[in-house]
């Protein structure tokens, strides 16, 4: 369901909520931080584990990967059509 606006005498919709819009947007967003999988068998982290975490993060965090996300996002589902009498 939209979320209903009057405007005037006429009632206007949007598409989706804005909750969902910034879901999407979240889920987009590439996290800072990654935590570093352990063996269950050791206490502490080895420093592969951590530069294998740091190596994963930053291919996250890159420019190309992150602007073809944000492209695939259909621009339409974030316009809204306004049609006014």
């Given at each position: 369901?939209?979320?209903?606006?009057?405007?005037?005498?006429?009632?206007?919709?949007?598409?989706?909520?804005?909750?969902?819009?910034?879901?999407?947007?979240?889920?987009?967003?590439?996290?800072?931080?990654?935590?570093?999988?352990?063996?269950?068998?050791?206490?502490?982290?080895?420093?592969?584990?951590?530069?294998?975490?740091?190596k994963r993060l930053a291919q996250q965090l890159e420019p190309?990967?992150?602007?073809?996300?944000?492209?695939?996002?259909?621009?339409?589902?974030?316009?809204?059509?306004?049609?006014?009498?």
């Amino acid at each position: 369901m939209g979320i209903a606006l009057r405007w005037g005498t006429q009632t206007l919709t949007t598409p989706r909520p804005i909750k969902e819009l910034e879901h999407q947007i979240d889920s987009i967003r590439p996290r800072k931080r990654a935590k570093v999988k352990e063996s269950p068998n050791s206490r502490f982290a080895r420093i592969e584990q951590i530069m294998e975490t740091k190596k994963r993060l930053a291919q996250q965090l890159e420019p190309t990967r992150l602007s073809q996300l944000t492209v695939s996002i259909e621009s339409d589902a974030l316009c809204h059509e306004w049609q006014l009498d």
